[in-house]
């Protein structure tokens, strides 16, 4: 084998590797800013009793979205979910585990269809906020 060829890619492998590793730093730094900037703007538009801000040349408008529904449970607490999902003719959503996101679409029919949602099943609604330019 070449070593100045295996020395040139273990060179161009760590140098990429340590990118990566910055732009990941940086991406998360951006989705916290991001995430915190969204939650004031929300705020405000509730605070003003608005679903959305005024349009401005050159930047668009926001406007406050339908909250997404977000549920999960223990996984001391299967057994009833497992009974739950049974109860209300939804055997289908049962795996080895029910996934977090087939969880959130089942609880969020239930609380359309106005079902009482146990206690053991944990969710929240998460505003959201979609910007139109």
Do not use: W
Not at 40 to 50: D, G, K
């Amino acid at each position: 084998m070449n070593k100045e060829k295996e020395k040139d890619l273990l060179c161009r492998f760590k140098c990429a590797k340590e990118r990566r590793n910055q732009m990941k730093e940086a991406l998360k730094q951006v989705q916290e800013d991001y995430e915190q900037v969204e939650s004031q703007l929300i705020e405000f538009l509730e605070a003003n009793s608005a679903i959305s801000t005024a349009k401005y040349e050159g930047v668009g408008y926001a406007q406050i979205q339908k909250p997404r529904l977000y549920a999960s449970c223990r996984q001391e607490n299967m057994d009833n979910l497992f009974k739950f999902l049974q109860q209300h003719n939804r055997e289908d959503l049962i795996k080895t585990t029910v996934m977090s996101q087939t969880l959130s679409s089942f609880t969020k029919e239930c609380i359309e269809e106005g079902v009482e949602i146990p206690e053991f099943i944990n969710y929240y609604l998460k505003p959201t906020i979609r910007l139109y330019a």
